[in-house]
C-alpha cells in the first residue's frame, strides 16, 4: 500500500480529511498519514484504541515511535499517560492495550538501524529552553543522534517563525494552533515537508506545542521482504 508516499512532495493534513479505519485487531482504529508497504510498513499513523482492547506481542524489526494523545497506553514496560514520548528501537518486543481506552500518534519503521536507544519521557515535566534564533519559540529536546532530531517545541501566542527542513522534517500540532501558507491547523493536524523544503508557522490565539522531527527523509524506502 502506497500513501503520500512521493517524498520529495511536501503534504499537509487536518484530522477531517481522513477516516478511522479498522486495523486488523478488533477495536483498533488508524488514522493513516502516510504509508509505504503492506501490513508491515513504512507508517505515520494516529492510532485509536477502544477501552479494553490490545495488540498482541510482537516485534518492532524497524523500531517504534510514538507520543500519547488521549488515554492511557499500557504495555509490559510501564502505563503511559497523555504526553508520554516513547522510542522502541528495532528488535524490540512489546504487548501493547489500552484498559482505559487511548490515542496515540505512531511511526513505524524509521529509525537508524543500529539505533538501539529506548526512551521514555514525560513531556509534561520538561523543561524548555527558548530558542535565540526564534523568539517566542521554546524548545525541548527528545532525542537526537546522526540520523534525526526530535523535539518539542512550545510557540507563544501570535508567534510567526520558520521551521527549517534540513533532511526533511515533520510538525504534529499536539496543542494550540497555527497557520500555514494562510490554512490553520488545529490539533491532531500533521505537516511533512520535504528535503530543504523550510515552512514558516504563525501560532493562533492559544499559541502553539508541536512534535517536531528533522533530518530523516533523504532516505525513505520500505521494509525489505515485506
Do not use: C
Amino acid at each position: 500500500m502506497e500513501l503520500n508516499a512521493d517524498f520529495d512532495e511536501s503534504v499537509q493534513i487536518t484530522p477531517a480529511e481522513h477516516d478511522w479505519v479498522s486495523s486488523p485487531m478488533p477495536g483498533v482504529e488508524r488514522m493513516m498519514l502516510d504509508r509505504l508497504g503492506a501490513e508491515v510498513a513504512r507508517a505515520t499513523t494516529i492510532v485509536r484504541y477502544a477501552p479494553g482492547s490490545a495488540f498482541s506481542a510482537h516485534t518492532h524489526d524497524g523500531g517504534e515511535e510514538f507520543i500519547v494523545l488521549e488515554g492511557v497506553f499500557e504495555d509490559e514496560h510501564g502505563a503511559f499517560p497523555v504526553g508520554s514520548y516513547i522510542r522502541n528501537p528495532p528488535g524490540s518486543s512489546h504487548t501493547p492495550s489500552a484498559p482505559q481506552g487511548a490515542v496515540i500518534f505512531v511511526k513505524l519503521w524509521q529509525f537508524d538501524p543500529e539505533d538501539r536507544s529506548h526512551v521514555r519521557i514525560d513531556t509534561g515535566k520538561l523543561g524548555a529552553v527558548a530558542d535565540a534564533n526564534r523568539p517566542g519559540v521554546s524548545v525541548s529536546p527528545l532525542f537526537e543522534d546522526s540520523y534525526e532530531a526530535v523535539s518539542m517545541e512550545t510557540w507563544a501566542a501570535g508567534t510567526e517563525a520558520i521551521v527549517e527542513a534540513p533532511g526533511g522534517a515533520e510538525i504534529f500540532v499536539l496543542s494550540g494552533s497555527v497557520s500555514a501558507g494562510g490554512a490553520a491547523l488545529e490539533p491532531w493536524s500533521w505537516l511533512r515537508r520535504s528535503d530543504g523544503h523550510d515552512v514558516v508557522l504563525k501560532a493562533g490565539a492559544d499559541g502553539a506545542r508541536l512534535w517536531v522531527k528533522r533530518g530523516h527523509l533523504r532516505n525513505v524506502s520500505a521494509p525489505e521482504n515485506r
